[in-house]
């Protein structure tokens, strides 16, 4: 059973087009993250959702909308892509306090712009 | 602004032998610390944590050491395996704010 799966697992896409990345938990945790993994392998936080309310936003373009429709599921979507938006983007969930609940991270969308 | 430092990209050990990773953060408010390991084209999987409280957690053949005064934690691997090659991933968090924030990444590779 894939406890954070994440879909599609890759995307090829031209730039000035809308793309949208899935997220699903069956962990049963309330806190849902976006993650970027950019090409000099930094792993940086975009997102985070606890209980479908939005609690991290980091300085991510407002092209990138995260959407939870419920506290298992946390879409991506990406408006008027641009080159610099190629990257591996991980989903990831936690129970609140990442003390007692380390990050599950689903296996990666990688996201080529061209 | 980098607060976690990973400054070594690669690795390279002999089975049975001891690796050692190592991590630098700048922010003293963080409070919590981990290790993550990741495998080609999967996402990276938690391995071992440490609250600032200890110098030391230890979880079968993995330790990891922390250093306050020199901001430094280390993941020690003995005896290494190959089945232990992979990206290991430093991260750190002031768990006031519940932000996980990421090194770059050692990438370790054992050899029979």
């Known amino acids: 059973d894939t406890a954070v799966s994440q879909t599609p697992k890759y995307l090829v896409t031209q730039m000035g087009n809308d793309k949208s990345i899935k997220c699903e938990q069956n962990?049963?945790?309330?806190?849902m993250y976006w993650y970027k993994q950019d090409s000099k392998k930094f792993l940086k936080i975009m997102f985070s959702y606890n209980n479908k309310e939005l609690i991290i936003n980091e300085t991510v373009p407002n092209r990138f909308s995260p959407k939870s429709p419920d506290k298992a599921h946390l879409n991506l979507h990406i408006n008027s892509l641009e080159l610099g938006d190629s990257a591996v983007y991980f989903c990831?969930?936690?129970?609140?306090?990442?003390?007692?609940?380390?990050?599950?991270f689903g296996n990666g969308t990688r996201l080529t712009v061209t | 602004d980098q607060q976690v430092k990973q400054n070594s990209p690669s690795l390279s050990v002999q089975e049975g032998r001891i690796s050692i990773l190592n991590c630098d953060y700048t922010n003293s408010m963080f409070d919590y610390f981990l290790w993550y390991k990741k495998y080609p084209a999967e996402g990276p999987t938690f391995l071992i944590s440490?609250?600032?409280?200890?110098d030391k957690n230890e979880d079968g053949r993995f330790t990891v050491f922390l250093n306050k005064s020199a901001k430094h934690l280390s993941l020690h691997i003995v005896p290494s395996q190959p089945g232990d090659s992979a990206v290991y991933f430093c991260?750190?968090?002031?768990?006031?704010?519940?932000?996980?924030?990421f090194g770059t990444g050692t990438r370790l590779l054992v050899s029979p």
């Open positions: 962990l049963g945790h309330d806190t």
């Open positions: 990831a969930s936690s129970q609140e306090g990442i003390r007692d609940s380390p990050l599950h």
């Open positions: 991260a750190a968090i002031n768990t006031g704010f519940q932000k996980l924030v």
């Open positions: 440490i609250s600032s409280i200890k």
